[in-house]
């Protein structure tokens, strides 16, 4: 076994539940695993999806396209939802996990996988078909940061003192004293309704919604309520804008627009390549004007960023998505 995973302690969880079922394990951080992976010398390769050196889904695309015949391949990620699974079965990928999963569960797929055969064909990608489905007649905007981010989503927002054709939705990481103050400031600076996300609220154009303190907000699809749901003990980000810039995207689909400003850690990546995977548009704050780069960075190394503007040309380029025909907006219009 192959584990690529640029998280050691991860990592080390990994090998230590395979090695007790018998496997011989190999650790790798994402910068060596695709040169020991290119040998061709497992039986399986296990991958983080997102890192800083490479993605998981590439990873797996450049490995089928060489090795012959490929090795089993499994994706974890901390993105759940039938798109996410969907992109990586696509790539080829055998089986999909999402974190945090069990051991047994682990040992499981890879036992089906190399002793019973169980799991998924392995002989190439495939393309499920996907239901149709009918984006709501307005504009999801999709705000998410952690340190340094406030004084930035009020500069976003001030450009917007309506927005009948958008709803916006923001994710910050921060108590509910500072969620509570920033819709003070926001109500502020703009006619339109601004709440903090309760249960039962339904998604209308012209309205801003933000994120409660320690709790994931999400949006049904086939109603448009919010769903808060409560953070577990694994969850690093609390709200979680990986949650809600994925199930955003399965609402707004093209009509998606994400937003990663800054931050610490890596929230917001995963999801901004599920808006990417819609058609929607994803807009990331450039590392260099940021308090804590290390949010857009990480969706910047993800190639899910169609545009890395500055804080002062960010809601020039939402504006500027949402009156463009197609999702994605040109240098010309900025």
């Known amino acids: 076994m192959l584990v690529i995973e640029d998280e050691a302690s991860v990592a080390r969880a990994i090998q230590r539940t395979l090695e007790r079922s018998g496997y011989e394990v190999t650790p790798a951080t994402d910068k060596e695993g695709l040169t020991l992976a290119m040998r061709g010398a497992f039986d399986a390769i296990i991958t983080d999806w997102l890192m800083p050196t490479i993605n998981g889904v590439d990873l797996i695309r450049r490995l089928r396209a060489v090795l012959e015949p490929p090795p089993f391949m499994l994706v974890v990620s901390a993105l759940s939802g039938t798109e996410a699974r969907r992109q990586a079965l696509e790539c080829g990928a055998g089986a999909f996990l999402v974190k945090p999963y069990s051991p047994s569960e682990l040992v499981q797929v890879l036992d089906n996988a190399l002793t019973h055969g169980k799991t998924r064909d392995n002989a190439g990608p495939t393309s499920p078909k996907r239901a149709s489905r009918v984006a709501p007649p307005f504009w999801g905007v999709f705000i998410a940061g952690s340190t340094g981010a406030p004084p930035t989503i009020l500069n976003v927002m001030r450009a917007f003192p309506a927005a009948p054709r958008a709803s916006f939705f923001i994710a910050l990481h921060a108590p509910a004293w500072a969620l509570g103050s920033l819709r003070k400031r926001l109500l502020g600076m703009t006619e339109m309704p601004v709440e903090i996300a309760a249960k039962g609220l339904r998604a209308k154009e012209g309205h801003v919604y933000i994120a409660p303190a320690g709790r994931h907000l999400t949006?049904?699809?086939?109603?448009?309520?919010?769903?808060?749901?409560?953070?577990?003990?694994?969850?690093?980000?609390?709200?979680?804008?990986?949650?809600?810039?994925?199930?955003?995207?399965?609402?707004f689909l093209k009509r998606s627009i994400g937003v990663v400003l800054t931050g610490i850690g890596r929230d917001g990546a995963e999801g901004a390549l599920r808006i990417n995977a819609v058609g929607g548009t994803v807009i990331a704050q450039a590392p260099d004007s940021a308090v804590a780069p290390s949010m857009p960075e990480t969706v910047i190394q993800s190639g899910a960023a169609h545009r890395v503007l500055e804080p002062e040309a960010i809601s020039r380029g939402i504006r500027a998505c949402m009156e463009g025909s197609k999702g994605v907006f040109e240098d010309s219009e900025l």
């Open 219 to 251: 949006i049904e699809a086939s109603t448009l309520r919010l769903v808060l749901r409560e953070a577990d003990e694994p969850d690093h980000f609390c709200p979680s804008a990986d949650l809600l810039f994925t199930t955003g995207a399965d609402v």
